[in-house]
């Protein structure tokens, strides 16, 4: 199996838990991260994440922004997670709104924010 070319950091915090992840933004790396993070919340307790896309460098298109929700998300659909909050950079903010777009029509909680507060504030209101 290939080596991927993204690291995650996890820190647990308060009610979520907290993933820093760095690397290249492909379609791959993210469908991956995504599962490998959503997999580890789960596996401590947790319901919900920030996941901080930041250090991802490249950007995906909108055909990518699809495929990568429908493919990412569908194994953990049911699985304990309520919501997953995304903070990204404001540069990328017309194309990764499509993928929160595509996300919320499939029912999933799933939110972009720009700034560390605002995420933490909506991940943990009910």
Do not use: C
């Amino acid at each position: 199996m290939p080596q991927m070319e993204y690291s995650i950091e996890f820190e647990p915090v308060e009610d979520y838990l907290y993933a820093r992840t760095t690397g290249l933004r492909t379609r791959k790396n993210v469908i991956s991260l995504t599962q490998e993070i959503f997999e580890k919340a789960i596996a401590l307790g947790h319901s919900r994440v920030l996941v901080d896309v930041r250090g991802l460098e490249g950007k995906l298109g909108a055909l990518d922004s699809y495929l990568m929700v429908t493919e990412a998300f569908r194994p953990i659909r049911w699985k304990g997670l309520s919501k997953a909050a995304i903070l990204d950079d404001r540069m990328f903010s017309i194309r990764e709104r499509f993928s929160e777009l595509v996300a919320r029509n499939r029912g999933y909680n799933y939110k972009i924010f720009y700034d560390r507060e605002h995420a933490a504030e909506w991940l943990l209101a009910e």
